[in-house]
């Protein structure tokens, strides 16, 4: 899953949560605008979840997936 964490309707986490109860452990990569960090919850740090702050490189989300789906 790759989402942002800001949507209007529903939050990222939100829609984690939802997929993974028909996917427990379901990867996401998590993605923001947000330079406060304190706006990203602990949550986001579980080892089938990580984050990247907007702006991002095409390397940097390749190497976010990638580390994701080796955990997976």
Request: net charge neutral; no cysteine.
């Amino acid at each position: 899953l790759l989402t942002d964490i800001v949507m209007p309707g529903m939050t990222g986490h939100e829609l984690a949560q939802t997929l993974r109860q028909q996917r427990p452990g379901l990867p996401a990569l998590f993605i923001s605008g947000y330079a406060d960090t304190d706006f990203i919850p602990s949550r986001v740090r579980d080892t089938s979840t990580a984050f990247l702050q907007k702006p991002f490189t095409q390397s940097e989300i390749i190497i976010a997936i990638e580390s994701l789906m080796r955990r997976y």
